[in-house]
């Protein structure tokens, strides 16, 4: 099992910017893959950005350019740097991990809130 939990959130202008955090704990050594998500009130949960344990991170298109994902392997933990914010990124954001199993695991989320 893998304990998930978010920081970081919180309410910003738009074109400031915001760090996300997230950590492991419990079985991390099977930690493969981790992420953000997020989530808008009536919409779909979408990907954000990804990163493997080599630290090769993709992103949706959406966010190329302004955010940064970035992993530390040895403290199991991965941040979301978000810069340029926009009203449109208001979401809760969600961690999620990959096992090596393919067992997967969810943080309980964190709000984001970009004023105009």
């Known amino acids: 099992q893998v304990h998930v939990v978010e920081s970081g959130g919180g309410l910003v202008q738009a074109g400031g910017s915001l760090n996300l955090s997230c950590a492991a704990s419990g079985s991390t050594s099977s930690i493969n893959v981790m992420g953000w998500y997020r989530q808008a009130p009536g919409k779909q949960r979408d990907l954000v950005a990804g990163?493997?344990?080599?630290?090769?991170?993709s992103y949706a298109d959406s966010v190329k350019g302004r955010f940064i994902i970035s992993r530390d392997n040895a403290k199991n933990t991965v941040t979301l740097q978000m810069n340029s914010l926009k009203p449109e990124d208001t979401s809760v954001y969600y961690c999620?991990?990959?096992?090596?199993?393919?067992?997967?695991?969810w943080g309980q989320g964190t709000q984001v809130t970009v004023s105009s």
């Open positions: 999620r991990v990959w096992s090596y199993s393919g067992a997967e695991y």
């Open positions: 990163i493997g344990s080599g630290g090769i991170g």
